[in-house]
């Protein structure tokens, strides 16, 4: 059975020709699927039975559902979404005063096995489909409707997986969100995350996009960001840095440095010392220094607040556009690092 929201709108409109149905009927189903997020042609019920009939024995809708909910004490929602095939990823809408972010993942599993991420420490089963990444979007967007009565503002890509690793997938789903037919959201309220893929980032330059990139640093030597994030040895800082430049030179799009702070690993005053250096290279807006969040599987521990205390003065004495980022939803498995605790369970 072929999925019908793969199907172009001209694939639609031959099959009504074929049929004996007026074109209309083709964006009606158009609308259906995209504009009413029908979960079944059943649903479809501007359409006669007998072309719903005839639909079915060609085409199905598979959807991802809401399989289990978290709530944190902060108001953050964790969602474990199943899939079609009966497989799991996590989605969480992040709750703040003046923005409704949804944090989004992009495959089932991650390749990448960086040391501090729950995802991680799970094998890599499948890139999402464009069409699952927007109904994940959809449902996190519902919840803030439901839960709160406002609309998604953000959406961040920090979610399970690599997204420049289902890159035509992701930049599809980008596309469809943003869309008029879709949320109508602006690329610059859209942030892609990644742990570093040099080719990809020059990709996404030459393809001119228009969202925000966020590079995963969390470490400004390469020996230390090989021990704690395996890609560095095929994607090293020196590479790093020349696809962003690349794509900062491409797009002019705002860049964004994430920096996980690790007690006795990169908080010392050396490391600060090599993040600025880092930070100089690259015309980073910001850089996001995030408290660390504990999983099962790593020995990792939070600096003592006085470390960070230091660590966020140099950086300001320097010059640097520092932010420190608290993690929510920490209570439920649901801040930064955390996604798969109970997925890989499930």
């Known amino acids: ?40 042609i059943d649903e479809m019920s501007n359409l006669s039975k007998k072309l719903r009939e005839q639909l079915l024995e060609v085409y199905q809708i598979p959807k991802v559902t809401i399989d289990h909910s978290q709530f944190s004490n902060d108001g953050t929602i964790k969602s474990r979404l199943k899939l079609h095939d009966n497989r799991f990823i996590e989605g969480v809408l992040i709750p703040t005063e003046k923005r409704m972010t949804a944090c989004v993942s992009s495959q089932v599993g991650c390749s990448l096995s960086c040391k501090f991420c729950a995802t991680g420490y799970l094998p890599r089963a499948r890139n999402l489909e464009f069409d699952e ?130 007690k006795n690993f990169n908080d010392s005053r050396k490391d600060a010392e090599e993040l600025v250096k880092i930070y100089r290279q690259v015309p980073a807006d910001l850089v996001n220094i995030i408290e660390y969040n504990a999983i099962d599987d790593a020995d990792f521990e ?34 930064c690092g955390q996604l798969a605790n109970v997925t890989r369970t499930a």
Do not use: C
Request: a neutral charge; aromatic letters at 8%.
């Open 1 to 40: 059975m072929k999925n019908l929201r793969h199907a172009p709108l001209a694939e639609i409109e031959q099959l009504m020709k074929e049929l004996g149905e007026p074109k209309f009927r083709a964006a009606q189903i158009h609308d259906w699927i995209w504009k009413k997020h029908a979960s079944s």
């Open 133 to 262: 990444i927007v109904d994940e979007v959809t449902l996190i967007n519902q919840q803030a409707e439901t839960h709160f009565g406002r609309h998604l503002s953000n959406i961040v890509f920090m979610g399970m997986g690599e997204p420049l690793l289902n890159y035509k997938n992701v930049l599809k789903a980008i596309e469809r969100i943003t869309s008029p037919e879709g949320l109508g959201m602006s690329p610059r309220r859209i942030t892609l995350s990644t742990a570093g893929v040099a080719k990809m980032i020059k990709q996404l330059g030459d393809d001119e996009v228009r969202f925000k990139l966020a590079l995963s640093l969390h470490a400004a030597n390469d020996q230390k960001r090989n021990e704690i994030m395996p890609i560095n040895e095929s994607n090293n800082l020196k590479t790093l840095i020349e696809s962003l430049l690349y794509f900062y030179q491409k797009t002019g799009n705002e860049i964004t440095f994430e920096y996980i702070l690790f």
């Open 302 to 335: 939070k600096p003592e607040e006085n470390v960070v205390d230091q660590f966020m003065e140099y950086l300001a004495a320097n010059r640097v556009n520092a932010r420190l980022r608290r993690s929510r939803g920490k209570d439920i498995d649901a801040a």
